[in-house]
Each structure stands twice: as structure tokens, then as C-alpha cells.
């Protein structure tokens, strides 16, 4: 289900009822991200390769596919007792990557509708925090059970190779294996279940009894079985549990497992985010100021802040936490493009210049995000720049797909600018690559 009042500090763009539902949000991001470079450091892999999506999914799973793509579930990240069981599983799925099994795969795909998903999933996520969610790669709930197991299946023999990788970078990491086994264990306890029943990851991983046994020996043999996870990344885990579940499960779930008498951290940021999807936006704010009082420089609390301000109709007001929140994290382009959104509607020069500024930083990040160029288009319109408001449409639809349209969109815009100028031949570029790709 899609929440009535999310936007982008969590952000499901969903383009049919059923299908793949992604989630951008930066606060999960970059913990995903804190748990997974040293793993893909450890593994020779360059981090800045591995795109890392999040799925809208309760079920236990992760997977990925070719280009370097990892997805994992929302509900992988909810049901891990703790940071090391998701930290254990992006090990093997690293694995997964390191040893090729992904492009091996490739060359097994016989059926056309199989390599037309396979083909979906290297295009998912054009639309993530965009709010452009009709651009979002979606593949129907019937290729899921039946193309999606197929592409995603491993040999025994290839997931022996994984689980034995993850013991080696877990060990250059100087982190326990235990969360890996652990996970295992449990999936193990649940292979009796019917398949209709089972967590994806059983029927995509296959799981053996011998494996389990591998992983606890590799455990007891470990000389960091015993580490505990740093106590800043179990802090941060139980809030972004609380902030998941406080967005995707109902109010009346947040307030029986985050009640009132619960005074941590986790619970009162769980209470913001319900009393928000209830739009008691004075109790939301209450809590929230509060977190920020005693956390003045987090810049996740300050991005919620702005979000509920900007939903709720504050925008002028949004401005300031939302400037604070980039400040301090200023690669963090889903909380720029909400700023740029902010800043865009107030609608008075001076926010109009600053809108710009941001909008040419966060697209030096994200190029072919559609949302940026849909702001792109409205601020050249109000300087009544025909050329660059054509240009920026053109560059919107290509990002989506929309190739005939990028190109009406293109040779308007070169009719429109200056010979010689970087614009012009950007649109001259745009418009061969756009009739190119829909041939």
C-alpha cells in the first residue's frame, strides 16, 4: 500500500498494483551502505559500482542481478534481531557478485519472457525519489513466482562459493559470522513450510542442513565469533526498524509496539512518523522537536521535519530545517530534490535563484532523474527561457523512456538555443540517443 501522505524521506514509487515497490530513503540508505563498502572492499569491488535498491516487501529476502544491482527487502531489514544478520547476508549476496554467478546465470536464460524480466530489473529504479512513479521498473506478481525464481535461482555448488566468500570478507572485516548463521538457521526452520508459504530467499537460495553446519563450525572457528556489532550501528538499526515500520505498518501497530511508556529514541521517532500518517501534525512536531533539541545536528530528524512542513502545507517553513539537513549531508539528494521542491514553490526570486543553485549540484549526482528536470523545466520556465524549459523536458522524458516525446521535446529546444553552446549540442546528443533507442 501506498501511505496517502509519503514522500521522498521515504518514498515508494509504484507503477501497478502488483509488482516490485521500491523505497528510497536516505536514512536506510546510507546505514545499508555503512554495513555493505567494507564487505565490497574486502571482496575487491568497487562500492561506488554496487547500486543498492530497497524493497517495499515484509518477506525475507535479497538478491541480485547484472549490473551490480542488490536489492533487499524492508522486511529483512525489520526482522534482523540485529545489525549482524543483514550485515551477514549482504556478505553472501557480495559473494554472489565477486564470483560471477550473476552473469553465469545470464547465459543459461532460454525463455524470452524470463529475459524480458531480467531485462526489467537491470532498468529498475529510474524513478526512485523522483516521485515520477510510473517510471519505475515493475514486473507483475505472476513474473515474480514464476520468471523471477528463475533468474534468481543459484546451484548448490554457487551458494557453497557465496557462503565461503562471506566467511573470508567477514573475516577481513574483523566481524563476526554468527548474524549469517544465525539467518540461515531460521530460514532452515522454515524450509518444511509450503512453497507458496516459504520466504522468497529459500527458493531463489537453496538451503541445506549442510550449510547451516558449515556456517556454525566457520562460526566457532571465528576469532571474532564473539565481537559484538559496534554500538552505533545497533543504534542506528533500531531506529531505522522503528522509522520502517512506523511508515509501512498501520498507526494502531506503531502505538501497541511503540507505546507512551516506551521513552527511547526508536519509540518517539516511531510516534512522529505515526502521528504524521494521522495528520495531528502538532503532536507530530511536538515529538519531533524534541528529538531534535537533544540531537540538534541529525540530519534525518531535520529532513522529517521538513518533509511533514512541505506535506502539510508549510513550504516557506520547510526551507530552513531542509537547508540544515543538506548542510550536513549534502550527497543526500533525496532530502536536495525535497529542498529544491520547497525553495521551487515558494515562488519569490530569491528562492527561485537558490533552487537553481541546488538543482545543478544535485544533478551533477543524478543526471537522469526525471523529478530534477520536471523542477529544471518549471524554473526555466518563470525566466521565460524557451530553449532550456524545451531542453529540460526533453532531458525529463528521456530519463522515463519517453523517447518520442524526447525527441519533439529535443528538436524544439534546438531550434531554440544558441549555436556553439554546451546546451545546444546536449540537445543535439539527446536527440540522436533518443531515436537511437527507439528503433
Known sequence: ?????????????KARAQGLSLITDAETENLIREYSTPLFQAAGLSPQSIRIFLVNDPALNAFVTAGNRMFIN?????QA???SEVIGVIAHETGHIAGGHVSLRGENLENSNIIALASTLLGVGVAIATGEGAAAGVFS?????????????????????ADQAAINYLKATEQSPAGLRDFMSVLLG???LLTQNQDPYLRTHPLTRDRVN??????QRSPYKDRPVRADLVQKHERVKAKLAAFLNSVNSTFRDYPESDTSLPARYARSIAYYKDSELDK?????????????????FLEFKG???????????????????????????SIRYLLIRALAESDTPENNKKAMEHLNVALQIQQNHPGLWRQAAILFGRQDNKGMTSLALAERAFALGNFGEAIGYGERAIKLLDAGTPAKLRANDLVATARLRKQ
Do not use: C
Request: net charge negative; charged share 20%.
Open 214 to 219: 558449515f556456517l556454525d563450525d566457520q562460526t
Open 141 to 161: 506478481a505472476a513474473g515474480q513466482s514464476a520468471g523471477l525464481a528463475n533468474i534468481l535461482s543459484y546451484s548448490r555448488r554457487q551458494e557453497a562459493a
Open 190 to 192: 522454515k524450509e518444511v
Open 81 to 83: 534481531k540485529s545489525p
Open 1 to 13: 500500500m501506498i501511505l496517502a501522505l509519503l514522500t521522498p524521506a521515504l518514498h515508494i514509487p
Open 74 to 78: 524492508t522486511g529483512l531489514i525489520m
Open 307 to 333: 518533509q511533514m512542513l512541505f506535506e502539510f502545507g508549510k513550504g516557506q517553513e520547510a526551507i530552513a530545517p531542509l537547508e540544515q539537513a543538506v548542510a550536513i549531508l549534502p550527497k543526500a539528494n
Open 284 to 300: 507530530a512536531l511536538a515529538e519531533l522537536d524534541k528529538l531534535i533539541a537533544e540531537n540538534p545536528q541529525d540530519p534525518y
